[in-house]
């Protein structure tokens, strides 16, 4: 261990490593003793007797969670994308250095960032449902939310930038606007794109809230399927494993192009990729 690192972390000597194991493993004895109940319990209510998974061998299962996942993908790709627009729109307002444009935009992006996710799905829904119908009411809820926090994403991006792009993009004669479009947001971007997934993975989990409008979205329809068949585990687990596989996918995909900005930022302008920063600059 470094001499940095000694200054923050006591290394723990003999007794201390032994109380740790100890309570370790006092811990994990508890953790196992909890979950050797739970499934006791399962096993004794029938919860995993070969015929609770035979609604997997139904066709019309297979249809009905099809259709919900296809309305949830629906959804969020919906929502997402008008998130993103939305998001875009109001940062670049909030940055304005006009006050009649910033403080509206303020006023907009923190009411919908405080408000809670589920009273927004039930205000939109009660209020325009007869003009709008479930989808949207779901969709317009979930893209006031998640477009106010994209809001926020972007204009840390945005800052994010060194001010010396800015300020040489503005010696040579560029607008406030040509210097967003240009140089600003095309380097934030980049930076962004990690964040931008993540809330993206968060939109998608947020639409299983659309069942307390009662639109068939996959986890009302995974609830559907287990009070039809009383196997709430098995039809649970289904579910679950496919909001898990779809999520993950998209978090590595976050991960993987958060790797790829820290392996190409650095070398960017050793490589004379030629990206707008570099532009400015050389100008």
Avoid: C, H
């Amino acid at each position: 261990m470094s001499a940095d690192a000694s200054v923050l972390y006591d290394v723990p000597g003999p007794r201390a490593i032994r109380r740790q194991r100890v309570a370790g493993g006092i811990g994990a004895l508890g953790v196992a003793v909890v979950l050797g109940l739970v499934v006791q319990k399962l096993a004794a209510e029938g919860q995993f007797d070969a015929d609770t998974w035979e609604f997997l061998t139904v066709e019309g299962t297979w249809r009905a969670i099809w259709e919900g996942l296809r309305n949830t993908l629906r959804v969020a790709a919906v929502a997402i994308a008008l998130a993103l627009v939305f998001g875009a729109v109001f940062a670049v307002a909030r940055l304005s250095e006009r006050r009649v444009v910033r403080w509206p935009a303020i006023a907009v992006i923190e009411f919908f960032r405080a408000v809670p996710l589920l009273l927004l799905i039930l205000f939109v829904f009660l209020g325009f449902a007869d003009e709008i119908g479930r989808f949207w009411s779901l969709t317009l809820a979930l893209m006031l939310y998640n477009g106010s926090v994209l809001a926020e994403i972007f204009r840390a991006g945005i800052l994010s930038v060194p001010r010396g792009q800015s300020e040489a993009a503005y010696a040579l004669g560029m607008t406030k606007t040509q210097v967003m479009r240009v140089v600003l947001v095309p380097q934030a971007v980049r930076i962004m794109l990690p964040a931008i997934i993540s809330q993206s993975v968060v939109a998608l989990k947020d639409t299983a809230l659309g069942s307390i409008i009662a639109y068939d979205e996959l986890a009302r329809v995974g609830r559907q399927l287990y009070v039809f068949y009383n196997n709430p585990l098995a039809v649970g687990l289904t579910i679950a494993a496919i909001y898990i596989v779809i999520n993950y996918t998209l978090s590595k995909l976050a991960v993987i192009l958060e790797a790829r900005q820290r392996r190409v930022r650095p070398t960017a302008g050793a490589e004379g990729r030629g990206g707008p920063a570099d532009v400015v600059t050389e100008a």
